[in-house]
C-alpha cells in the first residue's frame, strides 16, 4: 500500500472579493470575519466555469509530473458538483485534457481530496503500473445564500489537482464519516412536480451549525493527526509541514494548541482563498509544492473534515524533486 505524488496545480477564479466588497450587500464587516475566520479574500467563479478552474489545475499539475493527458489511467474528480450534473466534472476535464482514460466524481465534500488519495491507493495496490489525476475543484459561491452573512463570508470557490503513480510516499492514511445532516447540509432543488407545494420549489442553500462544526472539526484535525502518525511509525514532531483544510485560523490554532505543533509548520493560504471545501487541502499543498520549502525525505501530513461530515488525514514522505 503506496503511492508517489508526483505533480501538483491549482487554479483560482480571477475575480477577487474582499471582506470589505461583502459589506456593500451583507450586514458585516472586515473586522468581524477576519478575527473570526482569519480570512481577508476569497476568488469566486463569475468569468469562469467550474470546469474552467479545474482543468486549468489539471493541466498545471500534469506540467508540475512531466506527463501529457494520454498518459493518464484514471480521473477522480472530489466535487459537491461541476456546471452539470451528468456529464461528470470528471468526464469532461478528461474530455478537454483529450486524456482517454475512465473518469469519475466523488463526494466527500472538503474531506474530498484526502478521500481521493485513499481510492487512488487502493487502485494502485492492484500492482498495475498507473498515473492518477485526482482534481479537487468546488465552487461554493453557487452553493451559498449571499443574504446569509453567517456562512457566505465563509466560503469561496477554486480547483487543486495532484498526480499520483506506484510508489512509496505513502505511510498512512485514514479517512472516516459520521453521518449528520443537521450541522452542515446542501439540499438538492426538488424538481418541479405538480403536486409539490410552491415552497418547495425554490433553490435551496448551504446551511451550517458554525458551533457545531467548529467542535467536531478542531476535535477530528487532533484525533486523525495522531492516528495517522502512530500508523505511520512517527511522531508528530517529526512532521516538517501540515497542510490542513483552510476553513478558519482559529479552528487550525486551536488544534496547532491542542497539539503542541508550532503554528509556522502549518501551510496558510486561506486568508486569500476562505474555505473552498474539495479543493482546499490541494490548493495548499500546491503552494507548498512550488515555494521550493520541500524537499526529498521531507514528512508532510494532511488533515481535512466536512460535510458529511467526514474526515481524512495522511502521511507522505515526500520524494519530488524541486
Ligand atoms: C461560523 C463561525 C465563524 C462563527 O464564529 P463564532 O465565533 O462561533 O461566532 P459567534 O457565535 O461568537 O458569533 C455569532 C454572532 O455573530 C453574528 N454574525 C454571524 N456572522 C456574521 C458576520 N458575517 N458578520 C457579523 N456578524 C456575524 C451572529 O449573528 C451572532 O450574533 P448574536 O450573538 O448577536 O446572535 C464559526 O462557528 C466557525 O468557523 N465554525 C466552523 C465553520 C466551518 O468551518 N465550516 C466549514 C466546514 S468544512
Redesign the pocket.
Known amino acids: 500500500m503506496s503511492f508517489s505524488l508526483i505533480g501538483t496545480g491549482s487554479a483560482l477564479p480571477k475575480t477577487i472579493q474582499t471582506n470589505s466588497d461583502l459589506t456593500a450587500f451583507?450586514?458585516?464587516?472586515h473586522d468581524?470575519?477576519l478575527s473570526?475566520?482569519g480570512i481577508e479574500s476569497r476568488h469566486i467563479c463569475i468569468e469562469e466555469s467550474i470546469l474552467d478552474i479545474a482543468l486549468s489545475a489539471s493541466v498545471n499539475a500534469l506540467e508540475n509530473a512531466d506527463i501529457q493527458p494520454k498518459d493518464l489511467d484514471l480521473i477522480i474528480c472530489p466535487t459537491l458538483g461541476g456546471d452539470t450534473i451528468t456529464p461528470s466534472l470528471a468526464c469532461l476535464i478528461q474530455e478537454k485534457l483529450g486524456a482517454t482514460c475512465p473518469a469519475f466524481d466523488i463526494n466527500a465534500?472538503?474531506s474530498g481530496f484526502v478521500y481521493g488519495l485513499d481510492l487512488a491507493d487502493a487502485y494502485l495496490s492492484r500492482g498495475k503500473p498507473m498515473k492518477i489525476l485526482i482534481i479537487a475543484v468546488d465552487a461554493m459561491s453557487k452553493l451559498v445564500d449571499w443574504t446569509d452573512?453567517?456562512t457566505a463570508?465563509?466560503f469561496a470557490d477554486g480547483a487543486g489537482a495532484a498526480v499520483i503513480t506506484n510508489g512509496n510516499d505513502l505511510k498512512s492514511i485514514y479517512i472516516s464519516a459520521v453521518g449528520n445532516q443537521h450541522a452542515?447540509c446542501i439540499p438538492w432543488a426538488k424538481g418541479n412536480h405538480p403536486g409539490l407545494e410552491k415552497q418547495d420549489l425554490a433553490i435551496p442553500y448551504l446551511t451550517?451549525d458554525?458551533?457545531e462544526?467548529?467542535r467536531f472539526?478542531v476535535a477530528a484535525i487532533c484525533d486523525d493527526l495522531k492516528r495517522v502518525a502512530k500508523e505511520a511509525g512517527i511522531r508528530l514532531e517529526d512532521l516538517d509541514f501540515i497542510v490542513p483544510?483552510q476553513?478558519?485560523l482559529?479552528?487550525i490554532e486551536s488544534a496547532a494548541k491542542r497539539l503542541k505543533i508550532p503554528m509556522g509548520k502549518f501551510v496558510l493560504g486561506l486568508q486569500n482563498t476562505g474555505?473552498t471545501?474539495a479543493a482546499s487541502v490541494p490548493l495548499a499543498l500546491d503552494d507548498l509544492n512550488r515555494s521550493g520549502k520541500l524537499k526529498p525525505g521531507m514528512l508532510i501530513a494532511m488533515t481535512a473534515?466536512?460535510?458529511g461530515l467526514t474526515t481524512g488525514a495522511c502521511v507522505l514522505e515526500w520524494s519530488k524533486e524541486a
Request: hydrophobic share 40%; proline share 3%; glycine share 10%.
Open positions: 451583507l450586514d458585516t464587516s468581524w470575519i473570526r475566520t465534500a472538503c452573512r453567517s463570508v465563509l452542515l451550517m458554525g458551533p462544526v467548529y472539526a483544510h476553513a478558519n482559529r479552528i474555505n471545501s473534515f466536512g460535510g
